[in-house]
């Protein structure tokens, strides 16, 4: 009296664990119960839940995370180079139940490769359209944790360079004997045998120390399509593809390579498209580039002979007349490796950009102001450079020395009047 | 001069028929939003000898959108003002290579002005009479955030021989503006009345706005030449 339901459209990403529920099973009981009708029963089970996959043998950490092992994963997706990793291996698939479902029950698990299924009536399913493996019949059900091993190339179903993609259905089934109440659930394999077409590489240019580069596709229409980009100072072919620069997980049909790269050295450029299984198309053509150095605004000022210092030093540059100071080279790593770390120091820095403008213009042009700048920003030099060469705590510290020998020799001088005279 | 003439009449009556509309809640601040372009002249400090502004952006101008707003201190015979203001100014150019030609590289330059403004407005014949016609003239200070990009989007940093020069920093200036006002109003005496009583908005305007900025340090010598004499359009709202 139940029917089952076909599955809906293949979506790599959504979720994979199907709880069947067939509305017309309501129905039928509806009918059935009043009229004392004796009748096959059908629901989802109870407090069931996916535990984890487990390699056997030969697959025993060698599975992907992609084929969803861990608990209440959602998603288990079996890519074209999984096809070939786990082909003559088996896998130790555990669901649960628990608690369990009240009364005498028995179970079965089944499953079928994709374009497949078994019948799930009662707990001794069989194949519906010719293929359906039955690792277990007709168990009662004494435990609340179930294990079951699976091959892998009867879920799969074979040839991994089919070039198929469809969905191998694993089914746990519980039928109650005295009510021949039957429950199920299926979890999808989503198995994607089918690797993109490859994309075109059309265009690379070449930028300082930096490329662009951009592609066609026409022919992966799918959603999820991805993109890789390989990139090495040698020609490469697929099989080197480990062995070179990547850029991977693009969505656009152009990206900017703009960092590792040297000017001056020829660079080979593939691309290749990669789907939603990770399954990835073969490389595209190859082209070269030979990044360069540019000029940009910035630069083309500078190297002109433009007088803006840059940057922020206000009263520093002011007052020091030139930024290549070395004293501001100090108070600039001050800033940048002291200050900038810490959100006390870039609370100073911020006002000090927000008020020091208007002092470095005011000092700018006075030559006399600017010497009692820069004498009076000798402390802080000092300060900035004992502070960079023993950090932040060493150089709290041997401030504090230097305070408690002032103290010291104060102390001594209290107490030694004639070495007050020779302090002074 | 005539047809000037004809239209001065004809808006003087225009905004007249709405006088009535100007019973309103009290004035105290106007919101100007502006849009122009603007080119500051960063090439003039080299005197020619070298352009890389108009090298990496040609002779185009930098889009710069700008919000000022003021408090109204006096309403008598017109309306003085103190307000601030900001904006946002960007242009894309493209980097040379050694040969001096333009390359794939997109570089840009952004700037960011922070104005303090003293203004006045001549809005009495449009307070009084209905005309829809409000002259106003700006002066104050500006302080101008700017930085350069390099290919990689980041703050361009030019090399001389070891140290590094970074192409960002703040110039310092001021600006003088003078604009004119038309009174939106003047078109909808009863939608007018709506936004004043459901919004508070006493009076909208369209302007005009022609400014004179310069932001080089006072003539320090040593800064980057941002002045321009720039126009400005855009929408007011007196609140």
Same mark, same amino acid.
């Given at each position: 009296?139940?029917?089952? &339901?076909? !599955?809906?459209?293949?979506?790599?990403?959504?979720?994979?664990?199907?709880?069947?529920?067939?509305? &017309?099973?309501?129905?039928?009981?509806?009918?059935?119960?009043?009229?004392?009708?004796?009748?096959?029963?059908?629901?989802?089970?109870?407090?069931?839940?996916?535990?984890?996959?487990?390699?056997?043998?030969?697959?025993?950490?060698?599975?992907?995370?992609?084929?969803?092992?861990?608990?209440? /994963? +959602?998603? !288990?997706?079996?890519?074209?180079?999984?096809?070939?990793?786990?082909?003559?291996?088996?896998?130790?698939?555990?669901? &649960?139940? =628990?608690?369990?479902?009240?009364?005498?029950?028995?179970?079965?698990?089944?499953?079928?490769?994709?374009?497949?299924?078994?019948?799930?009536?009662?707990?001794?399913?069989?194949?519906?359209?010719?293929?359906? %493996?039955?690792?277990?019949?007709?168990?009662?059900?004494?435990?609340?944790?179930?294990?079951?091993?699976?091959?892998?190339?009867?879920?799969?179903?074979?040839?991994?360079?089919?070039?198929?993609?469809?969905?191998?259905?694993?089914?746990?089934?519980?039928?109650?004997?005295?009510?021949?109440?039957?429950?199920?659930?299926?979890?999808?394999? =989503?198995?994607?045998?089918?690797?993109?077409?490859?994309?075109?590489?059309?265009?690379?240019?070449?930028?300082?120390?930096?490329?662009?580069?951009?592609?066609?596709?026409?022919?992966?229409?799918?959603?999820?399509?991805?993109?890789?980009?390989? %990139?090495?100072?040698?020609?490469?072919?697929? =099989?080197?593809?480990?062995?070179?620069?990547?850029?991977?997980?693009?969505?656009?049909?152009?990206?900017?390579?703009?960092?590792?790269?040297?000017?001056?050295?020829?660079?080979?450029?593939?691309?290749?498209?990669? +789907?939603?299984?990770?399954?990835?198309?073969?490389?595209?053509?190859?082209?070269?580039?030979?990044?360069?150095?540019?000029?940009?605004?910035?630069?083309?000022?500078?190297?002109?002979?433009?007088?803006?210092?840059?940057?922020?030093?206000?009263?520093?540059?002011?007052?020091?007349?030139?930024?290549?100071?070395?004293?501001?080279?100090?108070? &600039?790593?001050?800033?940048?490796?002291?200050?900038?770390?810490?959100?006390?120091?870039?609370?100073?820095? !911020?006002? %000090? %950009?927000?008020?020091?403008?208007?002092?470095?213009?005011?000092?700018?042009?006075?030559?006399?102001?600017?010497?009692?700048?820069?004498?009076?920003?000798?402390?802080?030099?000092?300060?900035?450079?004992?502070?960079?060469?023993?950090?932040?705590?060493? /150089?709290?510290?041997?401030?504090?020395?230097?305070?408690?020998?002032?103290? !010291?020799?104060?102390?001594?001088?209290?107490?030694?009047?004639?070495?007050?005279?020779?302090?002074? | 001069?005539?047809?000037?003439?004809?239209?001065?009449?004809?808006?003087?009556?225009?905004?007249?028929?709405?006088?009535?509309?100007?019973?309103?809640?009290?004035?105290?601040m106007m919101l100007e939003l502006h *849009?122009?372009?603007?080119?500051?002249?960063?090439?003039?400090?080299? *005197?020619?000898?070298?352009?890389?502004?108009?090298?990496?952006?040609?002779?185009?101008?930098?889009?710069?959108?700008r919000m000022h707003l003021d408090?109204?201190? #006096?309403?008598?015979?017109?309306?003085?003002a103190?307000g601030a203001g900001f904006g946002?100014?960007?242009?894309?150019?493209?980097?040379?290579?050694?040969?001096?030609?333009?390359?794939?590289?997109?570089?840009?330059?952004?700037?960011?002005p922070l104005q303090l403004s003293?203004v006045?407005?001549?809005? #009495?014949?449009?307070?009084?009479?209905?005309?829809?016609?409000?002259?106003?003239?700006k002066?104050g200070?500006?302080?101008?955030?700017?930085?350069?990009?390099?290919?990689?989007?980041?703050?361009?940093?030019?090399?001389?021989?070891?140290?590094?020069?970074?192409?960002?920093?703040?110039?310092? *200036?001021?600006?003088?503006a003078?604009g004119?006002?038309?009174?939106?109003?003047?078109?909808?005496?009863?939608?007018?009345?709506?936004?004043?009583?459901?919004? *508070?908005?006493?009076?909208?305007?369209?302007f005009?706005e022609?400014q004179?900025?310069?932001?080089?340090?006072?003539?320090?010598?040593?800064?980057?030449?941002?002045?321009?004499?720039?126009?400005s359009?855009g929408?007011a709202?007196?609140?």
């Amino acid at each position: 009296m139940f029917v089952t &339901r076909p !599955h809906p459209p293949r979506s790599g990403w959504t979720s994979r664990l199907r709880l069947e529920v067939q509305p &017309r099973l309501f129905t039928a009981l509806a009918l059935a119960i009043p009229l004392g009708i004796a009748g096959t029963a059908h629901a989802a089970i109870p407090n069931f839940s996916f535990v984890g996959i487990e390699g056997v043998g030969t697959l025993d950490g060698q599975l992907d995370d992609r084929l969803g092992t861990t608990k209440n /994963a +959602d998603k !288990h997706i079996i890519n074209i180079a999984d096809c070939t990793t786990y082909a003559g291996g088996e896998i130790d698939v555990t669901v &649960r139940i =628990d608690p369990k479902p009240t009364g005498d029950w028995q179970y079965a698990v089944a499953y079928a490769p994709p374009g497949k299924t078994c019948s799930t009536t009662d707990a001794n399913p069989e194949a519906v359209d010719g293929q359906c %493996y039955v690792p277990a019949a007709q168990r009662e059900l004494t435990s609340t944790s179930v294990s079951f091993v699976i091959n892998m190339d009867d879920l799969i179903g074979g040839d991994c360079e089919s070039g198929n993609e469809g969905d191998a259905t694993l089914y746990v089934i519980l039928q109650n004997t005295s009510l021949s109440e039957v429950k199920f659930e299926s979890i999808i394999f =989503d198995v994607d045998l089918k690797a993109p077409a490859t994309p075109t590489l059309s265009e690379v240019t070449s930028g300082d120390a930096r490329f662009e580069a951009k592609w066609t596709d026409t022919s992966n229409t799918e959603d999820g399509i991805e993109y890789a980009v390989y %990139y090495g100072d040698a020609p490469f072919g697929d =099989d080197d593809v480990d062995a070179v620069d990547s850029k991977t997980g693009i969505t656009t049909k152009s990206i900017a390579i703009d960092s590792g790269l040297s000017n001056d050295i020829t660079y080979y450029v593939s691309v290749a498209a990669r +789907d939603q299984a990770d399954n990835e198309s073969a490389l595209s053509n190859q082209l070269e580039v030979l990044p360069a150095s540019t000029t940009d605004f910035w630069e083309g000022y500078v190297s002109a002979g433009g007088k803006e210092p840059g940057g922020f030093c206000f009263i520093a540059t002011a007052a020091y007349g030139t930024p290549l100071e070395a004293e501001l080279g100090t108070l &600039r790593r001050f800033r940048d490796e002291m200050l900038m770390g810490s959100a006390a120091g870039r609370t100073i820095v !911020h006002g %000090y %950009y927000q008020f020091g403008r208007f002092w470095a213009s005011y000092i700018a042009d006075k030559p006399a102001l600017r010497s009692v700048v820069r004498v009076m920003l000798v402390p802080l030099v000092w300060f900035a450079d004992l502070t960079l060469a023993l950090g932040p705590e060493g /150089a709290l510290l041997a401030l504090l020395a230097v305070f408690g020998v002032y103290r !010291h020799l104060r102390r001594r001088a209290q107490v030694h009047p004639l070495l007050v005279q020779e302090l002074r | 001069m005539r047809p000037l003439a004809i239209a001065v009449v004809a808006l003087t009556g225009l905004g007249l028929t709405s006088s009535s509309a100007l019973a309103e809640t009290p004035r105290t601040m106007m919101l100007e939003l502006h *849009g122009g372009a603007y080119s500051p002249a960063v090439d003039s400090e080299l *005197g020619g000898s070298a352009t890389p502004w108009r090298d990496t952006f040609g002779a185009g101008s930098m889009t710069m959108l700008r919000m000022h707003l003021d408090y109204e201190l #006096w309403q008598e015979h017109g309306t003085l003002a103190i307000g601030a203001g900001f904006g946002y100014g960007w242009i894309d150019g493209k980097a040379r290579n050694e040969a001096g030609d333009s390359t794939g590289d997109s570089v840009g330059f952004n700037l960011m002005p922070l104005q303090l403004s003293l203004v006045y407005r001549w809005d #009495w014949a449009a307070v009084k009479h209905g005309v829809p016609l409000v002259p106003y003239g700006k002066v104050g200070l500006t302080g101008a955030i700017w930085w350069a990009t390099d290919a990689k989007n980041s703050i361009s940093n030019a090399r001389v021989g070891s140290a590094g020069r970074e192409g960002q920093g703040l110039t310092l *200036g001021w600006h003088a503006a003078v604009g004119v006002m038309f009174l939106l109003d003047v078109f909808s005496e009863s939608m007018a009345i709506g936004f004043d009583n459901e919004a *508070g908005v006493n009076n909208s305007y369209i302007f005009v706005e022609f400014q004179h900025t310069s932001l080089d340090d006072f003539g320090s010598g040593a800064s980057l030449v941002l002045s321009d004499d720039a126009l400005s359009f855009g929408l007011a709202f007196e609140f």
